[in-house]
Structures are given as structure tokens and as C-alpha cells.
């Protein structure tokens, strides 16, 4: 899934890339309010960590404008203001969550997965997805199958999962796929895509992912209607 990280502290935005990275999210760094607005408009993220004291544009402000664009993506603003009367402001704004340094990264990981899930209305507890009779392990990058089969997964198979877990019965183009599992220091070749769906397909089954001749994937849900 694809991160944007907006946060001028240099040694802080590093850290959270890094860690972020770590946890399987591809991310794109914004030092400043105009960049970040320009990214939130014109690239598909799943989720932005939003600093409110940035250069050259606010937060809030940059926040404001995103949503008077009808803007939904969803935002944890991340603040070393945390006085009430500057939640209920960011608030106002638009953000989805709230969280005020200094702060624990587990807590951010935590919260943004929960709005992540929240967005696409996924079943989970915990650092669990479920989907499609399947239970993703977020925190150990496994998944656990019908009949409890536990499979591990590489860095990139869990990425792809992931995002099939919490868009089933969507038909998702390479292109989007690879935006989502490669950052951009990473080889975004979309046929590399085939490869890791055919290493889900043996570990899960052919029928876990269908192929849409000249559109891309599916994930059906097997408890709804099939698509024709």
C-alpha cells in the first residue's frame, strides 16, 4: 500500500520511512505544505501522515484544500500541537485520526492500520485481516488459510496480498498493483507483478486470483455473486 509521509523533520521522516518501509508499506516523502498537496491530488494513496508545521503551506491548510477538492484519502495528523482546541482545528479540516509527538511508532502503526481497515470497511482485530476466508498476520507478513494452513510470505507477496485482501471482487490493473508494491528506489517493471501472482496462486490456489484478460487481476470473494 502506498504511504504519503509529510513531515519536515529530517531525522524524524527518515526514521518513520525507514520503519514504515520495514512494515510493508511503499512510501513517498513530502518536506513541505505545496508538495504535499500536489501528491495528495494526483497520486492514489491509501492512507497520508500529515505534519501540521510545514514550510511554505500549513497542514491544516493543505488539509482544507484536499477535502474542498471532494478529497477523501485518508489523514493522521501528526503534531507536536496538541492543546484540544488544535485537535478539534484539525478536525474541522477533514483528519481521520489524530496524534501528537512525541509519540510511539507502534502507536502510529497501530492507528494507521485501523484507518486503513475503517476506509475499505475491512473484518480485522488486532493486526489481523481477514478476507475471503483467509487471515492476513500483518505483524509476522503471514497468511493463514481455510484449513489453518500458515504460509510465510515474502516482502512484495505480502504487499500484493495485502492490497488484494482489501480491494476483493475489483479488477486491479498491473499498473496499480506495482504503484502499490514498489517504492520508487525499486524495479516497477509490471510484468514482475505475473511472477509474485503466481507464487500466491501456489501457496493460496489458482482461484484465489483471477486473471482479467487485457484489464488486470480480481480477488473474488467467494462468499458473493461472481462477477461475469
Not at 511554505?56 to 484540544?84: K, M, Y
Not at 496480498?161 to 496499480?176: T, V
Amino acid at each position: 500500500m502506498r504511504l504519503l509521509l509529510v513531515e519536515d523533520d529530517k531525522e524524524l521522516s527518515d526514521n518513520l520511512h525507514t520503519r514504515l518501509r520495514q512494515a510493508g508499506f511503499v512510501v513517498d516523502v513530502a518536506d513541505n505544505g505545496v508538495d504535499a498537496e500536489f501528491l495528495g491530488n494526483e497520486i492514489d494513496y491509501e492512507a497520508v501522515i500529515l505534519d501540521l508545521g510545514l514550510p511554505q503551506r500549513n497542514g491544516l491548510e493543505v488539509l482544507h484544500n484536499w477535502r474542498q477538492r471532494s478529497n477523501t484519502l485518508p489523514v493522521i495528523v501528526l503534531t507536536a500541537r496538541d492543546a484540544w482546541h488544535e485537535r478539534v482545528d484539525g478536525f474541522k479540516a477533514g483528519a481521520d485520526d489524530y496524534l501528537g509527538k512525541p509519540f510511539h511508532f507502534e502507536e502510529l502503526l497501530a492507528r494507521l492500520q485501523a484507518l486503513i481497515r475503517r476506509f475499505h470497511q475491512a473484518s480485522s482485530t488486532g493486526q489481523q485481516l481477514y478476507c475471503c476466508g483467509l487471515t492476513l498476520d500483518e505483524e509476522h507478513q503471514q497468511v493463514v488459510t481455510e484449513n489453518n494452513q500458515r504460509h510465510e510470505l515474502t516482502g512484495t507477496e505480502f504487499r500484493l496480498l495485502r492490497y488484494f485482501m482489501l480491494h476483493p471482487d475489483r479488477i486491479l490493473s498491473k499498473s496499480r498493483l506495482t504503484e502499490h508494491v514498489y517504492d520508487g528506489d525499486s524495479d516497477r517493471d509490471s510484468n514482475v507483478i505475473e511472477v509474485y501472482v503466481r507464487h500466491l496462486r501456489r501457496k493460496l490456489g489458482d482461484e484465489r486470483i483471477l486473471t482479467r484478460r487485457g484489464q488486470g487481476y480480481i480477488f473474488p470473494d467467494p462468499a458473493k455473486k461472481p462477477l461475469p
